[in-house]
């Protein structure tokens, strides 16, 4: 069987990929599947990699994929063409029997790729094309999870449509400051990594924060900022299709961790720059009611959004009261060596390799599901 794994990408958080796609390809069984690479520039163009790229990394723990941009090897996608010919490069048609696209953000993470694997015809790893879109647009997600009935950190969604009507937007802005009250997260909708999330303490600053963020997207959230301590949980399975046959499809929650940063909060360096920006504790210290309480509520949420495949679902644990907000999805989480998500599935059992079967598995699933549906009398 063979996976191709697909790297890189137009976004902000393509160098995340390549190392998170790097570790990807170092943990799946060799025994079982052979791997192809897909790397995508940041402008959005595919070049299948050489093999002595595969080589490189297993040799290097440390280093993430790089992107030969050789034209000869630029891959072409065939609608229809199905596992066997969906992708075209030097000459020759590109196996595909899962697709792991290993990318993070826009034309990643967010619908994009998904709905050109499904024209293609190809099974995928992580959640399908609806889903992704939902859950990449942090407003919309917010909205579904409050109409179910689970808690969301209170908001206001500001458009750039609002920023042309100067007096409509000093109404948002009083409204957000008095209602929310000082100090303010401004983050973009749809953006990831904490790209363009920032905390205003004042007017001046919730100026500069929006300024930043509106570059990055057309819809950006206020946030009443909350003194929290940041739990997080991963989830595999799907929602839509589990029917208790296959292991693969259950839902299952993990240990829930928690991440105590050293930075002001845990931005994008503290991420993946500062080998000293957080500390990671898995499990979280709470008590084992919380953990319970977490795992359901992750649980709630991943199905509340037709999620499928993997997710790693965030929390704010409020200091003073200890109310849990939902505060957001992640359909595609890190996989480098110090991303949280293989590290909770790794406590509470599931090693790297095995988390990748299950993946691989649920994909494979899914498109069986899929393809026996009916599209036309």
């Known amino acids: 069987m063979n996976i191709v794994i697909f790297y890189g990408g137009k976004s902000g958080e393509h160098e995340v990929s390549l190392r998170s796609a790097a570790a990807v390809a170092r943990n799946i069984d060799s025994t079982k599947y052979s791997i192809s690479l897909v790397g995508i520039t940041k402008d959005g163009k595919w070049y299948l990699q050489s093999e002595s790229e595969l080589e490189r990394i297993k040799k290097d723990s440390e280093t993430g994929f790089a992107i030969e941009e050789d034209a000869s090897m630029a891959v072409s996608v065939i609608p229809g063409g199905g596992v066997e010919g969906a992708f075209f490069a030097a000459g020759k048609t590109i196996r595909c029997d899962v697709a792991f696209p290993v990318l993070h953000g826009t034309y990643g993470e967010d619908g994009t790729i998904q709905g ?9 790893v992580g959640c399908a094309t609806m889903s992704s879109a939902i859950t990449m647009d942090k407003e919309k997600t917010k909205a579904i999870w409050r109409q179910a009935g689970l808690p969301v950190v209170p908001y206001i969604c500001l458009e750039r449509s609002d920023l042309a009507n100067q007096a409509q937007l000093e109404e948002i802005l009083s409204k957000a400051a008095e209602t929310l009250k000082y100090p303010l997260f401004v983050k973009p909708c749809c953006a990831g990594s904490s790209d363009g999330a920032s905390k205003a303490s004042n007017r001046a600053e919730l100026d500069e924060a929006l300024r930043d963020a509106f570059l990055w997207d057309d819809k950006v959230l206020i946030e009443k900022a909350i003194s929290a301590r940041e739990i997080e949980c991963s ?15 259950n839902i299952r929650a993990y240990i829930p961790g928690e991440i105590a940063p050293s930075h002001t909060f ?16 898995i499990p979280a210290a709470v008590e084992q009611d ?27 644990l409020d200091r003073e009261n200890g109310s849990l907000y939902l505060n957001e999805i992640n359909t595609m989480p890190g996989f480098t060596k110090i991303s949280m998500f ?4 790794q406590a509470a059992g599931t090693s790297y ?20 549906l009916k599209t036309s009398r």
């Open 116 to 124: 050109l694997f499904d024209m293609a015809g190809v099974p995928y």
């Open 235 to 249: 989830v595999t399975g799907n929602s839509v299709t589990a029917d208790g046959k296959s292991s693969a499809s």
């Open 266 to 281: 845990y931005d994008y360096d503290a991420k993946y720059n500062d080998p000293d920006g957080a500390n990671l504790l």
């Open 290 to 316: 919380v953990l319970e309480n977490v795992r359901e509520i992750a649980m709630k949420a991943y199905m509340a959004v037709d999620a499928s495949g993997l997710s790693r679902v965030d929390f704010f």
């Open 342 to 345: 293989p590290k909770l599935c």
């Open 353 to 372: 390799p095995e988390l990748l079967d299950i993946l691989i598995d649920e994909a494979l699933e899914r498109a069986k599901y899929k393809n026996a």
